[in-house]
């Protein structure tokens, strides 16, 4: 503080000291991060550094995405740009925060003087008349690496008291980054793995094994057919993008249509479809829809790939018990009950009776406008009594 303070006027002190104050304030309960890089530049405009530019990139834990750049131009709302994990040259490390890691140090670069294939923003940057950037990296514990850039359009670049005032937000900054960007992938992460309702439940403090919801609802239980015959042949490689691809076949359609996918079992799928007051056929009628959408996506993938997969797809309405169970400080959050229990054993008959597609009789009792089949009463393992099943008429 006393280097800064002997650096900067008393009035351009207390403005970057506001900054910094504003930081670890106000801007942690922002909910947009655009909101913030727009906010922190403007006040560090105001502190007298000419920034024109400001990109904030942040790595990801997403299945999908595998980072993202927030980019602030002076005159312009803020964006968000999503990278995917499949980046090409924007992951080569032609970056200038990637060789700002590499070093462990800022990198200040005079754009005039500096070749276009430096980094891959070079020219771009030129050309729209910057002359000065400076990139500061980000160091999570976590191993992420993250960070910041700044540029100018002023004549002579960032003075050195700019590049003072920038040294002493930028740990405050970068504090803010990380709580940040950690809260985003305790979200992220949660979501992934154990669905969008439960990762809420959770991070809002249900933890307590037994701790459960008596739900009603559409029980769907989808099953890979013949998965262990057909892996037999396939690299662990091959088995697993096989399993994916018909993972890509019946989880868009359940989520598409409101569904909460629950559970993974290896070749199986567990989802539901809860039911509001008196709204039993509606949750039915989006399971339905859902498994029918899902099976069509089975029957175009085979009609494309030379190694296709048969599907068995079990309805069922009912209720389970729904939230935490397990054994110490291992818990699992998923949906347990005799009607669970049921959907998965009608599942292990869509094989005997070759078809893609059957309900119980409480399920099709609610689709009163659906064209079904009855198949007949079925004995089903560790049920009392045989249950009738139905099938849809057509494809």
């Known amino acids: 503080m006393s280097d800064l303070a002997a650096t900067l006027s008393t009035e351009r002190l207390r403005l970057t000291l506001a900054v910094r104050d504003w930081l670890v304030g106000e801007a942690r309960d922002v909910a947009d991060p655009n909101v913030i890089i727009e906010g922190l530049s403007l006040k560090l405009r105001d502190a007298g550094v000419p920034i024109d530019r400001a990109v904030s990139a942040v790595e990801f834990r997403h299945a999908e995405r595998a980072a993202n750049a927030r980019i602030w131009e002076f005159g312009r709302p803020a964006r968000e740009h999503i990278y995917g994990h499949d980046r090409g040259s924007e992951a080569t490390g032609r970056r200038p925060i990637a060789e700002a890691h590499r070093l462990n140090q800022w990198i200040i670069s005079w754009l005039p003087d500096l070749p276009d294939d430096t980094y891959d923003d070079v020219p771009e940057l030129k050309a729209a008349g910057y ?119 019946i989880v868009p359609p359940i989520d598409e249509r409101g569904g909460e996918v629950l559970k993974f079992l290896g070749d199986g799928i567990l989802a539901i479809f809860r039911a509001g007051e008196d709204a039993d056929s509606e949750a039915c009628l989006r399971a339905f829809a859902a498994a029918r959408a899902g099976l069509l996506r089975v029957a175009d993938h085979n009609a494309k790939r030379n190694l296709g997969f048969g599907v068995g797809i079990a309805l069922h309405f009912g209720h389970a018990a729904f939230g935490n169970v397990g054994s110490g400080a291992r818990l699992d959050y998923t949906v347990i ?59």
Request: hydrophobic share 45%; net charge negative; proline share 5%.
């Open 131 to 249: 002359t000065q950037q400076i990139a500061v990296p980000v160091a999570l514990p976590n191993g992420m690496r993250n960070g910041f850039t700044f540029a100018t359009r002023a004549p002579n670049g960032f003075s050195d008291e700019d590049i003072a005032v920038l040294r002493s937000i930028v740990p405050t900054l970068a504090a803010l980054q990380e709580i940040l960007a950690l809260r985003r992938v305790m979200r992220e992460v949660m979501r992934m793995y154990v669905g969008n309702e439960p990762h809420l439940r959770i991070l809002s403090g249900d933890v307590r094994r037994g701790e459960v919801l008596r739900i009603r609802a559409a029980i769907l239980f989808a099953d890979m057919r013949d998965f262990t015959g057909l892996a037999a042949s396939l690299s662990e490689e091959a088995a697993t993008a096989l399993v994916n691809d018909y993972y890509d076949c």
């Open 337 to 395: 009950g005799p009607d669970v229990n049921l959907a998965a054993r009608i599942a292990d008959l869509c094989g005997e009776l070759d078809e893609g597609l059957l309900l119980s009789d409480a399920f099709q009792s609610r689709l009163s406008e659906q064209e079904l089949r009855r198949l007949g009463s079925f004995p089903l393992k560790g049920v009392t009594a045989a249950q009738a099943v139905f099938a849809p008429v057509g494809p």
